[in-house]
């Protein structure tokens, strides 16, 4: 069975400071892999994918994430974290054939201090 | 970008009763949406998957005679949660896109509270 582990739960960085978010999944076969935030009181939101070629994939709003297939894992970076980044962060996997299912990760919630 | 809506966006209702929440896709057809279900501070957890046409896909554990799923038309997808109870309160999510290249959308939730 799919599962994605976030590594972090709560995450509180000041501004300026670099963020990485740890993501590691567990699937046997082709994966898709997202990162979705969202911030207070709205919806999920995609920051960025992947779905094959470079493995080092750029998102909106400064965010990259890198996929390392032989450690399974997808982390998110940013070099330099605003308040407005204050959001809770989701890693979510897709197996290839699995009917379009995303399977998230528990969550990290990131807290930017001004 | 692809707009999901929700609607409402919360309800309140008395223990026993049923509860709908309509998904719908604004601007794209969608074959496949999904429904999601997020407690506080928790991830989303995967319910069903509602094909346009067909049968509801639920995930095991889900009570599929408690959350009936109806994707009538490929803008539309409902949810009735049916008898409601308090344990069922919680924000239930839905997404629509999916295919193997695409992305999901998601809709903003409705926040379901049952007294």
């Known amino acids: 069975a799919q599962s994605v582990s976030q590594h972090n739960h709560h995450v509180i960085l000041s501004e300026a400071a670099s963020l990485e978010l740890g993501c590691n999944y567990s699937?046997?076969?082709?994966?898709?892999l997202f990162w979705y935030v969202q911030y207070p009181g709205q919806h999920l939101q995609l920051l960025l994918k992947y779905f094959s070629g470079d493995p080092l994939v750029k998102g909106i709003k400064g965010f990259e994430a890198e996929f390392i297939k032989s450690k399974f894992s997808f982390n998110l970076r940013k070099p330099s974290v605003q308040w407005s980044d204050t959001a809770e962060y989701f890693c979510?996997?897709?197996?290839?054939?699995?009917?379009?299912?995303?399977?998230f990760g528990q969550g990290t919630e990131l807290s930017v201090k001004p | 970008g692809a707009v999901v809506s929700q609607h409402p966006s919360w309800v309140i209702c008395k223990s026993g009763t049923s509860v709908k929440i309509e998904c719908r896709s604004l601007?794209?057809?969608?074959?496949?949406m999904f429904w999601y279900r997020q407690f506080p501070k928790q991830s989303l957890m995967l319910m069903a998957t509602s094909n346009e046409g067909s049968k509801a896909t639920y995930e095991q554990g889900v009570e599929k005679d408690k959350f009936l799923i109806n994707h009538a038309s490929l803008t539309l997808s409902t949810l009735t949660v049916t008898s409601a109870h308090p344990e069922d309160s919680s924000f239930y999510i839905c997404s629509a896109g999916g295919a193997s290249t695409d992305t999901q959308y998601f809709g903003p939730g409705t926040r379901l509270t049952v007294l």
């Open positions: 979510a996997v897709r197996g290839y054939n699995q009917g379009g299912k995303l399977i």
């Open positions: 601007d794209f057809q969608a074959t496949t």
């Open positions: 699937y046997g076969g082709t994966v898709n």
